[in-house]
Structures are given as structure tokens and as C-alpha cells.
DNA sequence: TGTCGTCTATGTGTATACAGATGCATTGTG
DNA sequence: CACAATGCATCTGTATACACATAGACGACA
């Protein structure tokens, strides 16, 4: 009975609290992404669970989905890890994207709806003001959502999943790229290229222009080179 | 002590099942895969636990991959179901499949070894045989490899998890694609064009023709049609 | 002193128990 | 007879218990 109510009261602290299943994975892929948890490191279920006060069970469910995602890698056994990828894998990711940004810019140029076109001119015009601002934040964020539009614009499901998909996976990787100086004024110029070559409807421009935007602004060797001093 | 022997025998039985969440999965996606479940149909975790005799547990690990693969979907409180793709859905899919194969077919006319195109090449030769003997369920398979080559010959271990993803999920609408007259001849004549592209190096011709092949293998109105016909 | 074996501690994998939510059926009322 | 409300059954979500696997430490023997 005494038990009961300490659960009872658990429960409340957990709803209180809102740690859902899907929070964890947030909370998770955050600590991964924003480099508090560096590849290789340990996710222990019980510390995780102590640590967000819920039972092993959705911890597992969370880990299971960031497996899923592939943040982290599990094995029999073992402990889940942050999972540590190695240059030519990195690689393989960065030309992945830059393979999909071409197919959304392509499919965009030809699909786009006169609406969507606009709303891509008009705030990627915008965007100038931030460049002039050498706003990195905001830029940084405003990036985030035009090549969201892109992605949307391709008016394919799939596409947008694997693109999405792919970003998640790459974010560890991609911080503070707008530091570098001039890359502010270097992206908006590309994205000129792009924009341009969307209201044109012209998709094998709009294609290269995605292309060597996303290769020029990975470099990959570079970022997993500095990424890896940091450990 | 009684409880535990109990617990001890069904272990043992388990594991001389060797039902391992693995296989679940592997038996799960299977079922769906080959149309024994059709879209909508619910996967209530209790009947898949005393089915495959094992408890609740693992089969809600199973659900969580099936969920992740895109095979299964789930919603809070509500049993999981056999996702239920609609036609703009599947259409985008087969476009993605599209793209990625004609991605394939130029990285693997850059990057193929002399190896890999050597055995590309005689393997396509081979099937030819299957061809003259109408062997569809060999040259079904011979086709599974084909394009695994081409996947593998890109070189770019990312590009293969994504085409191989979409590959698994268009599977439960690709059943009997070689039954139809004259379509392993028209299906080895379009092999050809893309290995002839491919040993040459032209990396343009062999994206495009990647991209024909895979759009004309699927024509996914006419699968989702009879798809739906049979619900 | 070095190496191998065993023992223990920690952590994962699975089973089971229980609380909450949802959907359906049944009953009551207009 | 139809519709709404309530109760019940069923299933999911989470907690907890227990058995197994693995790794690291300690001791024995060469």
C-alpha cells in the first residue's frame, strides 16, 4: 500500500516533470549534437535513468530510437555508445548531402508553387541584412530554414525524409561554421546561385549550385580534423 | 524455487527457439513484406508475444525497429500498424529510388575497381542464360545482386544505407515484377545500357540510365493499384 | 615477477506486475 | 427507435525483479 502511493507520487513527480520517451531522445541527441557527449562515450541506462527519474524501460525505448537514428550504436551486452564515425564515413555523409540538396534543388526549380517561390526569394533577400549585421546566430538559424524550404519544395515525401534524416546525423559535425569570417557573405552569394536558378525553373543550374554549396561549406576533412583535435 | 525452474525451462525453450528479437523483426517485416499482413492490419503486442512465445519486452523492441525501418507505424495508447502508404507517398518513394540508383550508376562509372566491373559485367552476362530459360525467380535474385553492386560500387557507405532503406521499404510493393511477358528481356536489355555506361566511365549516361531503368520498373500508379486491389 | 584463472561487481536482456487510456458494448432515456 | 452516457474489457506505457553476460580485480602458481 505504502508502496503504491510512493509510485503514485513518482508518477506525479514524472508527469511534473514531462519526461516523455520522446524528451529523452531530444535531451540525448542534444548532449550528442552540441558535443557534451563526445563519440565513444558511454550511455548508461541506469545512469540515465536515475538521471532523468524514470525506469530503465523507456530509457531503453529512447536509446533504441537514437540507434534508430544513428547518434548512437548498440551491441549485445554492451553499453550504448555515442557512435564514433570514422573520416571516409564522415565523408560519405557530406557527399550524401550534397547529392540530396541537388535532387531538392533540382525538384524545386521545377515544383515549386508561385507561393513557395516567393516566400524563397523574400526571405532569402532578408537574409542580406543579417549578413550585413554579421548576425551568425540568426543566420545560422535562417540557413536552417531555407534549406528546409528546399527540401519541402521538392514536393517529395521521401526525399525529405532521407534529407532530414541525413542533417540529423551530420549536425555533430557542422558547428559554428558561420565563425569562419567571410562565410557569412560566401553562403548568401550561393544561395543567390540557388535562388536564382529556382525562379528560373532552371534545375540542372539550381542542381550544381546546391551541390558545391553543400560540398564547399562541408569540407569534410577539415571538420573531422578539428572536430577530432577536440577529443 | 519452483517459479524459477519454470522460468529456467522456458528459458531453455526460448532459447532452443531462438527467438531472438533479430528474428522477430526479421519475421515481422516478412509478413509484411510478402503481403501475409496488409496495410491497416493492427500488431497487437500480446498476440505477437505468446506467438513467438516470448514476452511483451521484446516484442515492443521488434515494434520499435519495424517502426524505424518505416514498416510499422505507432501512435501513443494505440496498437502499432502495418503502415498504410497512400499514392502520392509510394510515388515519391519510387522517385527516391530513382535518384539514388542514377547516384549509384555515376559514383560507380567514376569509382568502380577494375574488379568490381569486371564481375559486374560477367555476372550480367551470365543472366542472360536466365533470360533464354524465362527462370524469373533466379533472375529476380540475380537482379537483388545487380543492384547491390551498383550500390556498393559508389563507394559511399552512407548513399548505401539510404538506398538500401528505400529499398526495403518499396519491397512490399514490388511483388512479381518480372511475371509480366517479355519484361526479364526488356529488364536485361536496360542492364545492359547501364553496364556498357558504367565500363566506359561515362558516369552522365549511366546515371540516366539507372534512372529510366528503376522509373520504368516501377510505374507506381499501376503497383499501387493493383496493390490496392488486393485490399 | 609475470601470467593465467577465478571471482565479483556492474550492467544488460527479459519477464511480470500494475496503472492509465482507449474503444466498444450495454443500458437508460428522450 | 435512436442517441447518449456509463461501465467494462482490452491493450499500451512504465516500473520492478531476476537471470545471464561481461569486464576488471585479485590471488595462485609457474
Not at 4 to 27: C, D, F, L, N, Y
Not at 48 to 60: H, Y
Not at 167 to 182: T, V
Request: proline share 2%.
Amino acid at each position: 500500500m505504502q508502496i503504491e502511493s510512493v509510485k503514485q507520487v513518482r508518477r506525479k513527480e514524472i508527469i511534473r516533470a514531462g519526461t516523455t520517451v520522446e524528451q529523452m531522445v531530444r535531451a540525448i541527441a542534444d548532449m550528442i549534437v552540441t558535443g557534451v557527449m563526445s563519440p565513444g562515450d558511454k550511455l548508461d541506462e541506469i545512469s540515465l535513468a536515475s538521471r532523468f527519474d524514470v525506469s530503465r524501460t523507456p530509457v531503453r525505448e529512447a536509446l533504441g530510437q537514437l540507434c534508430a537514428m544513428g547518434l548512437v550504436g548498440r551491441e549485445p551486452n554492451r553499453s550504448a555508445v555515442v557512435t564514433n564515425v570514422n573520416e571516409r564515413h564522415l565523408h560519405s555523409m557530406f557527399e550524401a548531402m550534397a547529392e540530396l540538396e541537388a535532387i531538392c534543388a533540382r525538384l524545386s526549380a521545377q515544383r515549386m508553387t508561385i507561393d513557395e517561390r516567393h516566400a524563397l526569394e523574400a526571405e532569402h533577400r532578408a537574409s542580406m541584412q543579417l549578413v550585413h549585421r554579421r548576425a551568425e546566430e540568426e543566420y545560422a538559424t535562417h540557413n536552417t530554414q531555407f534549406h528546409t524550404r528546399l527540401y519541402r519544395g521538392a514536393h517529395n515525401d521521401h526525399i525529405y525524409d532521407l534529407v532530414t534524416q541525413t542533417r540529423a546525423r551530420l549536425a555533430p559535425f557542422r558547428r559554428a561554421q558561420f565563425r569562419l569570417p567571410g562565410r557569412l557573405a560566401k553562403s548568401y552569394d550561393e544561395h543567390d546561385v540557388i535562388v536564382t536558378a529556382i525562379m528560373r525553373a532552371d534545375a540542372a543550374g539550381a542542381g550544381q549550385a546546391a551541390y558545391s554549396h553543400v560540398s564547399i561549406v562541408s569540407d569534410a576533412s577539415t571538420v573531422f580534423a578539428s572536430a577530432k583535435e577536440d577529443v
